[in-house]
């Protein structure tokens, strides 16, 4: 009897043992927008390399850089997928409990010059005199979109008509719809825009404008404290993802993460991927490297957005990249 009864504590032990190796955590993430840029998330959502890390990931979509980070620093998320830039504007707030940087998602601007007519010998002084629809003021789209500009002797604000008035979300209804020449869009937007006759892709941002940590996953100092080996774990399924993407074929990745885009056609989906692996626009690891910080800030300096000289080792944290690249 004894023995039955030892066998039975034994068994409830283990079977209490499985039960805590196996409970999931749970993560609330916010992503600043949609967008065919962020594959690698979604691919890590897809495949279930979150799951594998034992990660219950509940997944949001904020619009915007402003509310994404509100959701973040009022508690709404735990990790946001959102600018790098916006958690320089945190820092320079002087906020005690401030957004750090652990895992590079994209590592170039992700936008397009589409123009409404065909240029088939394009140069940037084409665009001089023009309505140019650009991006919301202080986003990396529009700084980067400045910078590439005036890389090319071209003063966005006196050589341009240039129009930052429109929110985020209505620029390709009102590219459509207006009479604006040029506008600055995101994939898939842009090819739908060129397949549907209605714009012409004619220039990349990205492959003007170097290396720079676009989009990352950040979190505030006191979360990553707190749940360091949780941020661990996230950041290893992320750099899964990241190494899938980089293995595999653009029409293999738009067919994984395809829900995530329904209106979107396949061909579309694969096309866009495409362009973005040429262009090197997915990390393939999540480091951010120091490197990519300063031409992010000689960015926002450039377009006279830079708030505050912060530094790569207050804002980001490698030290989690490097441990998870290492394994």
């Known amino acids: 009897m004894r023995k039955i009864t030892k066998g039975l504590l034994l068994l409830g032990f283990l079977l209490f043992i499985t039960a805590c190796q196996s409970e999931t955590v749970k993560i609330n993430l916010a992503e600043v927008t949609r967008s065919l840029f962020y594959a690698p998330q979604y691919v890590a959502l897809e495949q279930g390399f979150f799951e594998e890390e034992g990660l219950d990931v509940e997944f949001q979509t904020t619009w915007g850089g402003d509310t994404t980070m509100t959701a973040l ?51 940037w002084e084409d665009m001089k005199g023009k309505e140019f629809l650009g991006q919301r003021v ?14 090319h002797n071209i003063d966005p604000h006196n050589d341009l008509l240039l129009d930052q008035s429109v929110d985020f979300a209505n620029i390709p209804s009102a590219f459509q719809s207006g009479n604006y020449e040029f506008v600055q869009l995101f994939e898939p937007t842009a090819s739908v825009f060129e397949q549907e006759g209605q714009g012409h892709l004619i220039a990349s941002f990205g492959e003007e404008s170097g290396k720079v940590p676009y989009t990352v996953f950040m979190t505030q100092e006191s979360y990553l404290k707190k749940n360091e080996e949780t941020v661990k774990k996230f950041t290893r399924a992320i750099y899964k993802a990241q190494q899938w993407v980089e293995e595999n074929s653009p029409e293999t990745i738009a067919e994984v993460i395809a829900p995530y885009f329904e209106d979107t056609d396949l061909d579309i989906l694969a096309s866009s991927i495409e362009r973005y692996k040429n262009q090197d626009s997915f990390a393939t690891d999540p480091y951010l490297d120091e490197e990519e910080w300063e031409n992010l800030k000689a960015i926002m300096d450039e377009a006279g957005e830079l708030p505050i000289d912060a530094p790569h080792e207050d804002l980001v944290n490698t030290n989690i990249a490097e441990e998870v690249m290492n394994e």
């Open 138 to 151: 202080g986003g990396m789209p529009q700084m980067v979109g400045e910078f590439v500009l005036k890389k």
């Open 73 to 123: 620093l009022s508690g709404g998320a735990d990790i946001a997928l959102v600018g790098s830039e916006t958690s320089i504007y945190v820092y320079a707030q002087d906020s005690r409990d401030y957004a750090v940087n652990f895992a590079q998602l994209t590592q170039t601007d992700g936008t397009f010059l589409v123009a409404k007519e065909a240029y088939p010998d394009f140069t």
